[in-house]
């Protein structure tokens, strides 16, 4: 499929691209070629094949979210630089 010069003068502005003169024409004969090539993948019979989302099968690889031990309010404020009140104490910001 061929992009014209103004096509892609058209996309860098809606991108808000700054394309030089000599690498609008080369831009469009690469957009051609990637358009070119994704229109041979729409002539690919799909048919009864389902749609995914990758390539390969992916399985989630995240554990079971289970409740564990956590710290208590002391082993929390142990290696604290300056706690108070059970509280941390960090600097003031505003």
């Known amino acids: ?8 003068i058209h996309v860098a502005a809606l991108a808000r691209l700054c394309v030089a003169g000599d690498d609008i024409d080369r831009m469009a004969d690469q957009v051609g070629d990637i358009l070119s090539y994704v ?3 729409s002539r690919v019979d799909t048919t009864g094949v389902p749609p995914t989302a990758h390539a390969i099968d992916i399985n989630n690889a995240f554990r079971d979210d289970t409740p564990g031990r ?3 309010n002391a082993g929390a404020l142990a290696n604290a630089p ?11 910001i505003i």
């Open 1 to 8: 499929m061929k992009i014209t010069r103004d096509e892609v």
């Open 39 to 41: 229109e041979t993948l």
């Open 70 to 72: 956590h710290l208590d």
């Open 82 to 92: 300056e706690a108070e009140d059970g509280l941390f104490v960090v600097p003031r």
